[in-house]
């Protein structure tokens, strides 16, 4: 059976938005972040949200299903979260 992804309106699959902050990388229950926790079950999904581990995320990060944002949205490369979560 073939994945289900979302696509915008110019045809680019879109990935879930996630914050990471300190030790924690939480989503909001969005089409995108709900789409990829039933696909996959990555995160933990609990009073609207999906959190991730810093495991999950890195995976998810590095395949690009997953877009990490800091605490001002800006949005955070693979090999700094590699650094920030060690």
């Known amino acids: 059976m073939a994945k289900k992804?979302?696509?915008?309106m110019?045809?680019?699959?879109?990935t879930a938005m996630a914050y990471f902050?300190?030790?924690r990388i939480i989503a909001d229950d969005t089409q995108?972040?709900?789409s990829l926790y039933e696909q996959s079950r990555f995160g933990e999904l609990k009073d609207n949200k999906i959190k991730y581990s810093l495991v999950?995320?890195?995976f998810l990060l590095e395949k690009g299903k997953l877009t990490l944002?800091?605490?001002k949205n800006k949005?955070?490369?693979f090999e700094y979260f590699v650094k920030k979560a060690r």
């Open 5 to 8: 992804e979302t696509i915008d």
């Open 10 to 14: 110019e045809g680019e699959t879109k």
């Open 21 to 23: 902050s300190e030790d």
């Open 32 to 34: 995108e972040t709900r």
């Open 56 to 58: 999950e995320a890195l």
């Open 69 to 71: 944002l800091d605490t």
């Open 75 to 77: 949005k955070i490369d």
